[in-house]
């Protein structure tokens, strides 16, 4: 057991330009998802893939965010025509079903903090 | 809707001396309680949990919390603190409608010598 794993840890990019993140779970692990965190704030939900599978999205993410997870392995976060209010810790977590199927634990990567210029 | 609360954006407290961190929460269903410590340009490590049965739960690094259903609270504890133990701390929730966490905004806590 490895832990999740991100990459890039950090991002500087001009506003305008794409970025795009990865973020690889615990193996085994067939729930991911994302996060955003702002300066001070606690983490909001993005979106969550089961396996491959895309099932719920958040209304944070607007239509330049796209997320994937083709193989249902890992995954990557889009940003297109990035905004300086993009700036934030992008965070990735991933769970398999506990008991009862609900009673899971998300487990968090180191996250990948993006600052938009 | 549901919703988690932490009181307090900063806690200091001297080095060996006892803290709570208080975090209440909002659902219409059942749920599930969470908290998580963050260290400074880390993720989130998971601290400990509340899924069913003990109301009391002990986690890792000497803190645990108590889950109580009739006020909506899940506070931390720690008996005696240590200077390690500076970070930004987290309040999580997660119910049966869904599965995604809703986070309150955090708590500081600053250890001083």
């Known amino acids: 057991d490895t832990g999740v794993s991100q990459d890039p840890r950090h991002k500087i990019t001009k506003r305008g330009q794409n970025v795009t993140f990865r973020c690889d779970p615990i193996?085994?692990?067939?729930?991911l998802y994302w996060y955003r965190q702002t300066l001070g704030q606690g983490p909001e939900f993005l979106t969550y893939f089961q396996n491959e599978a895309q099932l719920e999205k958040s209304r944070l993410l607007s239509d330049r965010f796209s997320a994937e997870r083709p193989k249902g392995s890992f995954s990557t976060l889009e940003i297109q025509r990035t905004e300086q209010g993009d700036s934030a810790m992008y965070l990735c977590?991933?769970?398999?079903?506990?008991?009862?199927?609900?009673?899971?634990?998300?487990?968090f990567g180191p996250g990948t903090r993006l600052l938009v210029l | 809707a549901q919703s988690v609360t932490q009181l307090d954006s900063q806690v200091p407290v001297f080095e060996e001396a006892p803290v709570e961190l208080r975090c209440n929460y909002s659902s219409s269903v059942s749920v599930y309680l969470f908290w998580y410590v963050q260290y400074p340009n880390q993720g989130l490590q998971l601290l400990l949990k509340?899924?069913?049965?003990?109301?009391l739960v002990k986690g890792i690094n000497g803190f645990e919390a108590e889950f109580n259903k009739s006020q909506t609270s899940f506070h931390l504890r720690k008996p005696s603190v240590h200077i390690s133990d500076t970070a930004e701390y987290f309040c999580?929730?997660?119910?049966?409608?869904?599965?995604?966490?809703?986070f309150g905004g955090g708590t500081r806590l600053m250890v001083k010598p």
């Open positions: 977590a991933s769970s398999r079903p506990g008991r009862g199927g609900n009673q899971e634990t998300q487990y």
């Open positions: 999580a929730l997660r119910n049966n409608a869904g599965n995604m966490l809703t």
């Open positions: 193996s085994e692990h067939n729930r």
């Open positions: 509340y899924l069913s049965g003990s109301t």
